[in-house]
Nanobody
Framework: QVQLVESGGGLVQAGGSLRLSCTAS????????MGWFRQAPGKEREFVAA????????YYADSVKGRFTISRDTAKNTVYLQMNSLKPEDTAVYYC?????????????????WGQGTQVTVSS
């Protein structure tokens, strides 16, 4: 079983930056993909970004391209989401998740393990 712990959320003004971290434990991740999703009140969980653990290939939702960067530190088993130029519409609970076949899919139901989430609030 994989355990995921997110951190780094908080309150920031529009135009500001935050870096989220997701530290994984419990199993090896060399064949995994890891994704970030977010869910705002009353809305469905949506894809934000994903990275192939082995090859570093990255994928982004159109809404965050050019503003967010996903990366990983294999030594620390940690995935990061650097969020710049934040907008009020980025306000949500952000979750990281693992996909155990290495496909960086955008569909939440295809991910196997989830963290508890971290709140990001962007004020205007």
């Amino acid at each position: 079983q994989v355990q995921l712990v997110e951190s780094g959320g908080g309150l920031v003004q529009a135009g500001g930056s935050l870096r989220l971290s997701c530290t994984a434990s419990g199993r090896t991740f060399s064949s995994y993909a890891m994704g970030w999703f977010r869910q705002a009140p009353g809305k469905e969980r949506e894809f934000v970004a994903a990275i192939i653990w082995a090859g570093r290939r990255t994928y982004y939702a159109d809404s965050v391209k050019g503003r967010f960067t996903i990366s990983r530190d294999t030594a620390k088993n940690t995935v990061y989401l650097q969020m710049n130029s934040l907008k009020p519409e980025d306000t949500a609970v952000y979750y990281c998740a693992t996909e155990e076949t290495g496909r960086a899919t955008t569909q939440p139901y295809e991910y196997d393990n989830w963290g508890q989430g971290t709140q990001v609030t962007v004020s205007s």
